[in-house]
């Protein structure tokens, strides 16, 4: 496990080395500077020169990468562009909450909605309940968040006024945007669910299982999660990082003062550091919970530990 936890921990950093590179090359790229008269940030002349002297944009692209590439190494991302009076770090730190708070709720609420539905349609197959949850995780899954996130903000604050239609607040602000970005995730989760336990209910110990007199909560329990384990947390693992730094839509409609907003922010604003900042800082999140999910396969299968022993 050792020289296989080195290994992937040296692709991640060659990963990491080529999306940066990729990403900044695009943000150079890209028509459009963060300055000018159609920019959000317009300069004069003078003033443009001292702003591209101030953050480097004077040199070499090559020379830019190389210096933004060894700051970052120290954790250094730079200062943002539009928020000079800020790090890139320290921004990041300060909207990240709001996303986590909304991602965690609503993939907490979407993991325990599409499991329950999953195992519902795994243990009813082939039946009418199991066409029904089929059909209902289809067509969610194909509806867009920021659709529903509008369709949910015109009845229940604009139509009915039951709850606020964006802002931060009270736990009253969280309904809407957990709702709107958890339920389209509740399909993919359903689905798969019903996918591995199917799978492993074909199995010949589960029919043995049965043949003993255990009863299906019993086997399902006992013998058919534990062994559905393994594909459903290479599914479900890398939602929490996916959903927790943020959905650019939900937080754009609802006016949430996340991570999201904050890069669409940013894109539209051609701020270079920011841009380079919030992509490296999900790419890591991302990468990390697949390695994560990859050493947890030897926790929970003895085979995996087996085979890389050979």
């Known amino acids: 496990m050792i020289s296989y936890t080195v290994k992937r ?18 943000t150079r790229l890209v028509p459009g500077t963060p300055w000018g008269a159609n920019a959000q940030i317009p ?12 953050y480097g944009l004077d040199r070499p692209v090559i020379e830019q990468y190389l210096v933004w590439l060894r700051n970052a190494v120290l954790l250094d991302f730079g200062r943002p562009f539009t928020a000079p009076e800020l790090s890139v770090t320290e921004l990041i730190g300060k909207a990240l909450p709001y996303s986590v708070i909304v991602g965690g709720i609503a993939c907490l609420f979407a993991l325990a909605i599409g499991v329950i539905l999953g195992m519902v349609a795994a243990a009813a197959r082939n039946s009418w309940l199991d066409n ?3 059909s209902y ?3 969610i899954a194909a509806v867009p968040s920021f659709v529903l996130a ?16 964006g802002g931060w607040g009270g736990p009253q602000h969280l309904v809407l945007p957990v709702i709107a970005y958890g339920l389209p995730v509740t399909g993919g989760v359903a689905r798969w669910t019903r996918q591995c336990l199917v799978d492993t209910m074909s199995s010949d110990y589960v029919r043995t299982a049965y043949a003993k007199g255990l009863r299906q909560v019993a086997v399902i329990a006992r013998h058919v999660l534990r062994n559905a384990l393994i594909p459903m947390i290479t599914s479900f693992l890398p939602l929490f990082p996916g959903m927790m730094t943020g959905s650019i839509f939900i937080e754009v409609v609802f006016g949430l003062p996340g991570l999201g907003r904050y890069f669409v922010q940013s894109s539209s604003n051609r701020d ?5 900042g919030i992509t490296i800082f999900w790419a890591v999140l991302i990468m990390l919970t697949y390695f994560i999910t990859d050493v947890l396969y030897g926790i929970i299968d003895p085979r995996v530990r087996i085979t890389e022993r050979k």
């Open 132 to 134: 029904l949850v089929t």
């Open 272 to 276: 270079y550091p920011l841009v380079l």
């Open 137 to 139: 995780a289809v067509i």
């Open 9 to 26: 921990l040296f692709g991640i950093l060659v990963t990491l080395l080529l999306l940066s590179i990729l990403t900044f090359a695009l």
């Open 150 to 165: 509008y369709i949910l903000a015109y009845f229940f604050a604009a139509q009915w006024r039951l709850l606020p239609s």
């Open 43 to 54: 300069l004069s002349a003078e003033q443009e020169a001292i702003f591209r002297q101030r």
